[in-house]
């Protein structure tokens, strides 16, 4: 096959690829779909189902060819729109209540019919694309396959993670301990959850609020805060008497130069060395603290 994407290709190529009889070679084409705006117009009604999916797959995905290959019932040209994060929400919505007009059908590659819908429903569902409120309306069973995509999204109501939490699903709450979008009294609830079994979780997220790394560093282990979005909050720390409470400033990478300065030369060695793990840290301000406190053993 020619390379595609060298300029003497010649212009009847593409059409002629794209109608051969051999499917693999139209499936080579289709590798190249994803990138290609006018390789997936000229795929996307292809007769096997495998190949009009490689147009669904298409980044910024138009809505009129969205729209054309919605109009496909093969699971395989669902399966690929339900993951599309560019396809419209009416399309992605219309997926994942009903599983599209005209009803999804199995096909030779998903022969299927139930995995085929728990497929497009549960790609749907973990596709920030799809709307919140379609998501949201989906009745979650016993099955945590949708709750586990429902966890990882960002959009949801506070009330939903919530939801999602009392599955007692262990996977489900860890994912739900570690979204950014958990609300954070939901997060010190789990905080303390099952004596403390999702603690490493919540300190994963980078929302974690503050008070629960004030409370983490003040048991003497060292708070994970590179890149806590609360900086008014971590100033304010920086500040604080307490060496433990200070060192949670420490360890952010968004602390301006000359906080960072001072928290180098703090007189507490612990809160002085985490502020100095910091790339922009000069030479000459490691060998300041080194000089200072000696060389750690």
């Known amino acids: 096959m020619y390379d595609i994407d060298r300029d003497d290709i010649p212009d009847d190529l593409?059409?002629?690829?794209?109608?051969?009889?051999?499917?693999?070679?139209?499936?080579?084409?289709?590798?190249?779909?994803?990138?290609?705006p006018d390789i997936a117009q000229l795929l996307a009604d292809d007769e096997d189902c495998s190949v009009a999916a490689c147009a669904a797959r298409l980044w910024k995905l138009p809505e009129k060819?969205?729209?054309?290959?919605?109009g496909r019932a093969e699971a395989c040209v669902r399966a690929a729109l339900a993951s599309n994060m560019h396809a419209p929400g009416v399309i992605l919505?219309?997926?994942?209540?009903?599983?599209?007009?005209?009803?999804?059908?199995?096909?030779?590659?998903?022969?299927?019919?139930?995995a085929v819908?728990?497929?497009?429903?549960?790609?749907?569902?973990?596709?920030p694309a799809t709307p919140a409120a379609a998501v949201e309306s989906l009745p979650v069973g016993p099955d945590p396959?949708?709750?586990?995509?429902?966890?990882?999204?960002s959009d949801l109501r506070d009330e939903?993670?919530?939801?999602?939490?009392?599955?007692?699903?262990?996977?489900?709450?860890?994912?739900?301990?570690?979204?950014?979008?958990?609300?954070?009294d939901l997060l010190r609830e789990l905080y303390d959850l099952d004596a403390g079994r999702w603690q490493p979780c919540v300190l994963?997220?980078?929302?974690?609020?503050?008070?629960?790394?004030?409370?983490?560093?003040?048991?003497?282990?060292?708070?994970p805060t590179d890149y806590h979005p609360d900086l008014d909050g971590l100033l304010a720390l920086a500040q604080h008497a307490d060496p433990r409470i200070r060192l949670v400033a420490a360890a952010s990478n968004k602390l301006p130069a000359d906080v960072r300065a001072t928290l180098i030369e703090d007189a507490d060695f612990d809160v002085?060395?985490?502020?100095?793990?910091?790339?922009?840290?000069?030479?000459?301000?490691?060998?300041?603290?080194?000089?200072?406190?000696?060389?750690?053993?």
């Open 14 to 36: 593409l059409p002629r690829l794209a109608t051969w009889p051999d499917t693999a070679v139209r499936l080579a084409l289709g590798a190249h779909a994803a990138e290609r």
């Open 65 to 70: 060819l969205a729209v054309r290959l919605a």
């Open 93 to 114: 919505a219309g997926l994942i209540c009903n599983g599209g007009e005209p009803e999804t059908i199995p096909c030779q590659h998903r022969p299927d019919t139930a």
């Open 117 to 127: 819908v728990s497929e497009v429903r549960l790609l749907t569902a973990g596709n």
């Open 145 to 153: 396959t949708l709750a586990l995509a429902l966890a990882c999204r």
């Open 160 to 184: 939903t993670y919530r939801h999602l939490l009392e599955l007692r699903d262990h996977n489900v709450i860890a994912r739900v301990a570690m979204n950014w979008a958990t609300p954070p």
């Open 204 to 223: 994963a997220n980078p929302r974690t609020p503050l008070d629960l790394l004030v409370r983490y560093s003040r048991e003497g282990s060292a708070p």
């Open 272 to 297: 002085a060395n985490r502020a100095a793990r910091y790339y922009a840290v000069s030479a000459e301000q490691v060998r300041a603290l080194v000089l200072r406190y000696g060389s750690p053993e």
